[in-house]
């Protein structure tokens, strides 16, 4: 798959948000097969006419911690601009602890301001991890091309990230976490959309009753920090909600499982009896500057009636280049 190509950078942040670490609370099981990923320099030809990065996915089933040539399951190209800054990025392993539950990869990034080949500390840009899954379970990444549209208005690319849930070696539209759009600028730069998934109904209902405490969902974004998505500054609130009757609102919030807080500025409301995606405001400056238990919660106005939400509901983050 060739990818679109970029003015000003190719890769700077395009990892960074292909996986967070995302677990499960309780016993951790036995580690399974990981998704490994090989960023190498492509040389300018075919694939990219003024170079750039090439980028191999796949799966380490023999668990060698090398992604092999017969394990390579897709591979995608970062080309540089005619006047592009050369971006590096730098993988290593990452041992079992507070990033990675049960150890992964560290992919740092950024330009090469002082053009010496290396990503020295002080030009690192971002900083992620891909970890590996837990009982058996594996992450996934799909990296597309993103036509000129409501998510790019110029195109781009489009990444989306999870767990293979049903292990069948395919990330499915039900198992996607993350959904990231790389976006081309006007004047060659790049913007991006994360959206992340905070709370998954499927297709069920789930209804709250009550007005007084809101009704938080699941395990939320465990170990969220704000502070981590480098070079972020806009934060929007979506969640996907109805009122059972129309004279009275239902709520959505964010919630802080870590100091057990509703956060503020969050809150947005509707009486449509029909589901809406609604948006909050920019809440960026309202979000804890730490690592927090990140949930969604809902409340209804009057006991009388319910708030409902089903399907995703999604913080989507924002960053200008």
């Given at each position: 798959?060739?990818?679109?190509?970029?003015?000003?950078?190719?890769?700077?942040?395009?990892?960074?948000?292909?996986?967070?670490?995302?677990?499960?609370?309780?016993?951790?099981?036995?580690?399974?097969?990981?998704?490994?990923?090989?960023?190498?320099?492509?040389?300018?030809?075919?694939?990219?006419?003024?170079?750039?990065?090439?980028?191999?996915v796949g799966i380490d089933n023999n668990s060698n911690g090398t992604l092999d040539a017969d394990e390579i399951q897709s591979t995608s190209y970062i080309?540089?601009?005619?006047?592009?800054?050369?971006?590096?990025?730098?993988?290593?392993?990452?041992?079992?602890?507070?990033?990675?539950?049960?150890?992964?990869?560290?992919?740092?990034?950024?330009?090469?301001?002082?053009?010496?080949?290396?990503?020295?500390?002080?030009?690192?840009?971002?900083?992620?991890?891909?970890?590996?899954?837990?009982?058996?379970?594996?992450?996934?990444?799909?990296?597309?091309?993103?036509?000129?549209?409501?998510?790019?208005?110029?195109?781009?690319?489009?990444?989306?990230?999870?767990?293979?849930?049903?292990?069948?070696?395919?990330?499915?539209?039900?198992?996607?976490?993350?959904?990231?759009?790389?976006?081309?600028?006007?004047?060659?730069?790049?913007?991006?959309?994360?959206?992340?998934?905070?709370?998954?109904?499927?297709?069920?209902?789930?209804?709250?009753?009550?007005?007084?405490?809101?009704?938080?969902?699941?395990?939320?974004?465990?170990?969220?920090?704000?502070?981590?998505?480098?070079?972020?500054?806009?934060?929007?609130?979506?969640?996907?909600?109805?009122?059972?009757?129309?004279?009275?609102?239902?709520?959505?919030?964010?919630?802080?499982?870590?100091?057990?807080?509703?956060?503020?500025?969050?809150?947005?409301?509707?009486?449509?009896?029909?589901?809406?995606?609604?948006?909050?405001?920019?809440?960026?400056?309202?979000?804890?500057?730490?690592?927090?238990?990140?949930?969604?919660?809902?409340?209804?106005?009057?006991?009388?009636?319910?708030?409902?939400?089903?399907?995703?509901?999604?913080?989507?983050?924002?960053?200008?280049?």
């Open positions: 798959m060739h990818l679109s190509k970029y003015k000003n950078s190719f890769l700077v942040t395009i990892i960074s948000i292909l996986l967070s670490c995302k677990g499960e609370d309780g016993a951790i099981g036995p580690i399974g097969l990981s998704s490994l990923i090989n960023v190498t320099n492509e040389a300018v030809g075919t694939n990219c006419e003024n170079g750039g990065i090439k980028i191999d080309c540089n601009g005619l006047d592009g800054s050369i971006g590096l990025t730098s993988v290593t392993s990452e041992p079992a602890g507070t990033n990675c539950e049960n150890g992964g990869l560290k992919i740092e990034s950024g330009f090469d301001n002082n053009g010496n080949g290396t990503l020295d500390v002080d030009e690192i840009v971002s900083t992620a991890y891909i970890c590996n899954g837990i009982d058996g379970k594996v992450s996934l990444v799909n990296i597309s091309d993103e036509v000129a549209g409501s998510n790019c208005s110029n195109g781009g690319i489009k990444i989306e990230s999870g767990i293979d849930d049903d292990g069948d070696g395919t990330l499915g539209t039900d198992e996607i976490d993350i959904t990231r759009y790389i976006c081309n600028g006007v004047d060659g730069g790049f913007d991006e959309q994360i959206r992340l998934t905070i709370h998954d109904a499927g297709t069920n209902q789930q209804g709250a009753s009550s007005s007084t405490t809101g009704f938080r969902f699941g395990e939320g974004l465990i170990k969220f920090d704000i502070t981590s998505w480098i070079g972020v500054d806009s934060v929007v609130f979506i969640p996907n909600i109805r009122t059972s009757d129309g004279s009275v609102n239902a709520f959505a919030e964010l919630y802080d499982g870590t100091n057990n807080s509703t956060i503020s500025e969050t809150t947005v409301s509707t009486n449509s009896t029909s589901y809406v995606r609604l948006e909050s405001d920019n809440i960026y400056e309202s979000l804890p500057q730490e690592q927090i238990d990140l949930f969604m919660q809902f409340r209804i106005e009057d006991a009388s009636a319910n708030a409902w939400t089903t399907g995703k509901s999604f913080l989507f983050l924002y960053r200008s280049n």
